[in-house]
């Protein structure tokens, strides 16, 4: 029997790209899947064929740059289910850019959606959690949260972020698994954010060797499935060609 079977398990971003495929992974190895993301025409295309599989779905609209959405997120599926195992933070954008050329707009953005909604899925979820008396946070960083590079000086910033707030997350709370995924190039539409017409080229070229973004569904399935004991900190998944 999968350490994944009947969990019920919550997804930010899961409209596209690695929240999407991790929807699809963990339902097909019996979790409840709770959805959430702005798209909800998305949304509700995914929970239909998640269903048609023969598994458990269900979605929500979500903006986790509100507190009270992502409160009422975890309603929804507190409401439908009972109980909360696990929330995957996975919503992220990432407009990449110079310093020097001061998209400001998009820095706020970045640190709305990539650091804010991390803290909000966890403020709306910890409480619950607390009180249960487990649960599991796994939050997606990248392996900018790790190294910094031309163009992604504020991007790392909110992913080195992540680290620092998971990591503090699993200090203070023995009863609670907190897992870091850090992918390095993977198919996704984030570079589609990058509002620079030649740095939207370039890093398509760089994504030259991205992986599969079920390769980082399997990374969260593998820390999920795990003994209550035992918590799975940190997983950085990348393409062997990636040299960063």
Same mark, same amino acid.
């Given at each position: 029997?999968?350490?994944? @079977?009947?969990?019920?398990?919550?997804?930010?971003?899961?409209?596209?790209?690695?929240?999407?495929?991790?929807?699809?992974?963990?339902?097909?190895?019996?979790?409840? &899947?709770?959805?959430?993301?702005?798209?909800?025409?998305?949304?509700?295309?995914?929970?239909?064929?998640?269903?048609?599989?023969?598994?458990?779905?269900?979605?929500?609209?979500?903006?986790?740059?509100?507190?009270?959405?992502? @409160?009422?997120?975890?309603?929804?599926?507190?409401?439908?289910?009972?109980?909360?195992?696990?929330?995957? $933070? $996975? =919503?992220? &954008?990432?407009?990449?850019?110079?310093?020097?050329?001061?998209?400001?707009?998009?820095?706020?953005?970045?640190?709305? &959606?990539?650091?804010?909604?991390?803290?909000?899925?966890?403020?709306?979820?910890?409480?619950?959690?607390?009180?249960?008396?487990?649960?599991?946070?796994?939050?997606?960083?990248?392996?900018?949260?790790?190294?910094?590079?031309?163009? =992604?000086?504020?991007?790392?910033?909110?992913?080195?972020?992540? !680290?620092?707030?998971?990591?503090?997350? *699993? @200090?203070? $709370?023995?009863?609670?698994?907190?897992?870091?995924?850090?992918?390095?190039?993977?198919?996704?539409?984030?570079?589609?954010?990058?509002?620079?017409?030649?740095?939207?080229?370039?890093?398509?070229?760089?994504? *030259?060797?991205?992986?599969?973004?079920?390769?980082?569904?399997?990374? !969260?399935?593998?820390?999920?499935? @795990?003994?209550?004991?035992?918590?799975?900190?940190?997983? !950085?998944? *990348?393409?062997?060609? $990636?040299?960063?």
């Amino acid at each position: 029997m999968s350490g994944i @079977q009947d969990k019920v398990i919550l997804i930010t971003g899961a409209s596209s790209g690695i929240g999407e495929s991790t929807a699809r992974v963990l339902a097909e190895k019996g979790a409840r &899947v709770v959805l959430g993301a702005r798209r909800t025409d998305r949304l509700e295309k995914l929970v239909r064929e998640i269903r048609d599989a023969g598994h458990e779905a269900h979605f929500r609209t979500l903006d986790v740059t509100s507190l009270k959405d992502v @409160q009422a997120f975890i309603g929804f599926a507190l409401e439908t289910h009972g109980r909360i195992d696990v929330v995957v $933070n $996975n =919503a992220g &954008v990432m407009p990449l850019s110079k310093l020097e050329d001061l998209k400001i707009d998009e820095w706020k953005r970045m640190i709305d &959606v990539n650091i804010r909604g991390v803290l909000h899925g966890i403020a709306a979820a910890l409480p619950l959690m607390k009180k249960q008396g487990h649960g599991h946070f796994v939050s997606v960083s990248s392996t900018a949260g790790h190294t910094v590079y031309a163009t =992604a000086g504020v991007y790392s910033a909110t992913k080195f972020a992540v !680290i620092a707030i998971s990591e503090a997350l *699993r @200090q203070e $709370n023995d009863r609670i698994r907190v897992t870091v995924i850090s992918p390095g190039v993977t198919e996704s539409e984030l570079a589609e954010s990058i509002s620079d017409a030649g740095g939207r080229e370039a890093v398509k070229e760089f994504r *030259r060797v991205a992986i599969p973004a079920d390769a980082i569904a399997r990374a !969260i399935g593998f820390a999920i499935e @795990q003994p209550e004991d035992v918590d799975v900190s940190e997983i !950085i998944v *990348r393409p062997t060609a $990636n040299p960063y």
